[in-house]
């Protein structure tokens, strides 16, 4: 997988008329355009034993553990990205819940779309998302505390950031 481009959105935009702070990212899948998530073994026991709170996600079932059936059923890996993205922010004590993933127009290219609470923290999620998914498909160790402690860092530092500027 390639991440082509990382873009936010801070108003009015294509993908929600409701939800304004959005990260839009370009991916191409690559080889994986060809593997939904059924096809690469053990993926989803993996998945599940990594992030077990992905199991709140209704996604488009409506129920709860809705997205982990997607994944057994087999879906594309910019959706996962998109879920793995948003699950690690609210791990983070981040507020949000708006995904999209759509396709770009072009064979294996994706838009995955999620909302962010902080704008360096939400890009940061994007690349995030993609090296768990990575490293979730390699069956390789993954430290999913260390990508959220991150989030939780950069969100503080910008807070205090933005705090310092208002007094001052």
Request: net charge neutral; glycine share 10%; hydrophobic share 40%.
């Amino acid at each position: 997988m390639k991440v082509i481009d990382i873009k936010a959105t801070g108003g009015p935009n294509y993908w929600s008329v409701r939800k304004h702070k959005l990260i839009v990212m370009l991916l191409d899948l690559e080889e994986l355009e060809e593997q939904p998530t059924d096809l690469i073994p053990g993926f989803y026991e993996r998945l599940t034993a990594l992030i077990p709170s992905l199991n709140e996600h209704r996604c488009s079932e409506g129920v709860l553990g809705g997205f982990f059936k997607r994944v057994q059923d087999g879906t594309w890996m910019g959706h996962v990205i998109e879920h793995i993205a948003l699950e690690i922010q609210t791990l983070a004590g981040q507020q949000v819940g708006f995904g999209r993933t759509r396709g770009a127009g072009k064979k294996g290219l994706y838009h995955v779309v999620f909302a962010y609470d902080d704008v360096e923290a939400g890009k940061y999620a994007a690349q995030a998302a993609v090296q768990i998914a990575e490293a979730l498909i390699k069956g390789s160790a993954c430290n999913i505390r260390q990508h959220v402690n991150a989030i939780q860092s950069i969100a503080c530092k910008n807070r205090m950031v933005h705090r310092t500027n208002d007094t001052v």
